[in-house]
């Protein structure tokens, strides 16, 4: 049965996620669509144990009437059937809270904020590599995790509390007023005085608990950059600049918490003063009535029961309240960061990118960043099928953003990039990037094992065309000899966060072997082998060539020599290409690649 109920709500919807809108109520409503039958099943049944509730109170003025008025001998036959369905009612709650139960733990608590986490998530690993770069990734994963909880929380304390409150209050005053109209006077002065309370107290609340989820998560976002980057953090021995930079954060979030419980104080002791005055006013207002024989003692006793259960229930109303315009505090600033479009995406119909030769085109590109100048004016070049293309140049010239702009991680602002005739904008990015291999100088690993990390590269690939890609990287030496801390080795060995756990070295042959496996038409090497111990290169640079056999490649290297075997050298120099040729004759022409080369130093170029 609980696993009936489990499935009812899909966590996992196949829909392709869209961008959900940037206001509180359309953002809700965006992640609540597939729950509604099971909301609405709920708030049904909160509604009608809201109302048996107040129906036994009822009952329980009328036994005591009957108790006042009637004999022993005669109440059994008299009020038989009044008690069968006063007993009938008392056992249909327990059956009714265990569906309402079911639906609510069951269908909805896990698997309604699951959906939510798999929807955005889903939507975020779609954003510009931009996007990425301008957010902490602990700061992305906290709210993605606080927005789902906090919508979750919005909608059933709207949709399931808020309404067991109404039909609970409505009902206590409905039933109160027909012993006497006038005891639910002070019930309907307490109303108003409580939702003045409210409206004072709660979006101070709110906006305490905004300022405080912003705040955690940039606490979270400080915590998690000092350990993502430990290696740093102990290189320069800067754990007490870390600790400190985090203590900001801790500090910052302190505020927030000392100013909310400055309000909490000032609530509970309202809320109380509110309460004993409404406690105060229908005691006394019911002992007159009764006194001047205008109600019966059951009325009395129905009257003072529901104050003081509504009493009661007050202080956790006001929670439940202060936590929904908390969960809106969340929601709000987790919209922030999760509605925002796409910088960079496919247009409707896009077709996929078909390679028949690898014929390259850079048309006029114009490219600022988004700013007014800068990087790119007017650049062209052709890179033909199958040629070996190096890119050169100091530190800034534009390098590695042309390479960016092939792998369309940014939108041009101007020009078109062609490969085989099919503008790269006009075609889908997962089919642009997978006709595209690239080894990077900064070698990122995902915290899986080595057999994972390289097939990334080709991910339906056997243990055999890993092992050889492996083989070919010279990466199945010392993979043989891994093992984590869980006493897993060699391939089904984890790597650590980032592939921290292995050398420099290490991790760009894994690289290298994920790409080897990948066997993409155009390939790219960005500082490939600069990890690498020259006997290690010399081994892998012969498998290197092999792979570059038949493919259009670009090339960018620091260290000249490793490059200038390429077809042609592609200068460039403040977002311009100011030489092009083979090593020899630009070597020869006595211009900028002619002083990068002399000033080499061990085969490197000195970084502007």
Known sequence: MFAWFERRLDPFPPEEPQEPPRTLVAFCLHYTRGAWPWLTASAILMALIAVAEVWLFGFMGDIVNWLSQQSRETFWATQRWPLIGMAAVVLALPVMTFMHSLLNHQTLMGNYPMRIRWMVHRYLLRQSMAFYQDEFAGRIATKLMQTALAVRECVIKLIDVLNYIVVYFIGTVVLIASADWRLALPLLAWLMLYLLMLRYFVPRLSQVSQSQADARSLMTGRIVDSYTNIQTVKLFSHAQREASFAREGMGEFMVSVHGQMRLVTQLNVTLYSLNAVLLLSVAGLALSLWLDKQIAVGAVAVALGLVLRLSGMSQWIMWEVSALFENIGTVQDGISSIARPHRVEDVPGAPALMIQAGDIVFDRLRFHYGKASGVFEDLSLHIRPGEKVGLVGRSGAGKSTLVNLLLRFHDLEGGA????????????????????????????????????????????????????????????????????????????????ERGVKLSGGQRQRIAIARVMLKDAPILILDEATSALDSEVEAAIQENLYRLMAGKTVIAIAHRLSTIAAMDRLVVMDQGRIVEIGTHAELVAAGGLYAQLWARQSGGFLEAD
Request: aromatic content about 2%.
């Open 417 to 496: 990039i062609r490969i085989d005739g099919q503008d790269i904008a006009q075609v889908t990015q997962d089919s642009l990037r997978a006709q595209i291999g690239m080894v990077t100088q900064d070698t990122s690993l995902l915290h899986r094992s080595v057999r994972d990390n390289i097939r990334y590269g080709k991910p339906d690939a056997s243990d055999e065309e890993v092992l050889a890609a492996a083989r070919r990287a010279q990466a199945d030496g010392f993979i043989a000899g891994l093992h984590d801390a869980k006493e897993r080795q060699g391939l089904d060995a984890h790597v650590g």
